[in-house]
T-cell receptor, first 112, second 115 residues
Framework: EPEVTQTPSHQVTQMGQEVILRCVPI?????FYWYRQILGQKVEFLVS????????KSEIFDDQFSVERPDGSNFTLKIRSTKLEDSAMYFC??????????FGQGTRLTVV | GDSVTQMEGPVTLSEEAFLTINCTYT??????LFWYVQYPGEGLQLLLK?????DKGSNKGFEATYRKETTSFHLEKGSVQVSDSAVYFC??????????????FGKGITLSVRP
């Protein structure tokens, strides 16, 4: 069964450093997303991406964040200068024409 | 804006007990409704969905019915198992946002099932 894969599963970084979280969406999907879940809180939308453009972004997704689809398979989330409050589980998701989104296993980002 | 409200948790049940997890929503029109499950150490998995009023989504013994009149999508299972222990999230996708519109999640509720 096709699945969304994310790497790494856990990333520890120092405050102020840049991190890149990687995702391989399901191959025939067209729509891509990043969500995050701060420990103990709800899953929050960050950004959606379609046709090589951001479709929608939340207020969380400020200038420190960027997304890219550098080739035909990867979808990345970059945080330029990490802050302690960026520590969270980051989920990548993709969807096709149907309503449901399929999520990856998540990357746990710890900023120290 | 859109919102999803789930009952407060955690919930602890004995094996074979009946489960209800409440979910209500606020949204314009007829959003699509989902339950996602997160097993320990894993990502979010779609459990079931309903895309129009009175639809019933079902999977793995779980059911939820889309009730427009009460704006609810409560999750039920007649007999829970230890393996159902997980975090359950109710979510909606807006009716008018297009194919790539975002999901809005509830806070999630942790279910623990004792043998």
């Amino acid at each position: 069964e096709p699945e969304v894969t994310q790497t790494p599963s856990h990333q520890v970084t120092q405050m102020g450093q840049e991190v890149i979280l990687r995702c391989v969406p399901i191959s025939n999907h067209l729509y891509f997303y990043w969500y995050r879940q701060i420990l103990g809180q709800k899953v929050e939308f960050l950004v959606s991406f379609y046709n090589n453009e951001i479709s929608e972004k939340s207020e969380i997704f400020d200038d420190q964040f960027s997304v890219e689809r550098p080739d035909g398979s990867n979808f990345t989330l970059k945080i330029r200068s990490t802050k302690l409050e960026d520590s969270a589980m980051y989920f990548c998701a993709s969807s096709g024409q149907g309503a449901e989104a399929f999520f990856g296993q998540g990357t746990r980002l710890t900023v120290v | 804006g859109d919102s999803v409200t789930q009952m407060e948790g955690p919930v602890t049940l004995s094996e074979e007990a009946f489960l209800t997890i409440n979910c209500t929503y606020t949204a314009t029109g007829y959003p699509s409704l989902f339950w996602y499950v997160q097993y320990p150490g894993e990502g979010l998995q779609l459990l079931l969905k309903a895309t129009k009023a009175d639809d019933k989504g079902s999977n793995k013994g779980f059911e939820a019915t889309y009730r427009k009149e009460t704006t609810s999508f409560h999750l039920e299972k007649g007999s829970v198992q230890v393996s159902d222990s997980a975090v359950y999230f109710c979510a909606l996708k807006p009716a008018f946002g297009g194919a790539n519109s975002k999901l809005t999640f509830g806070k999630g509720i942790t279910l623990s099932v004792r043998p």
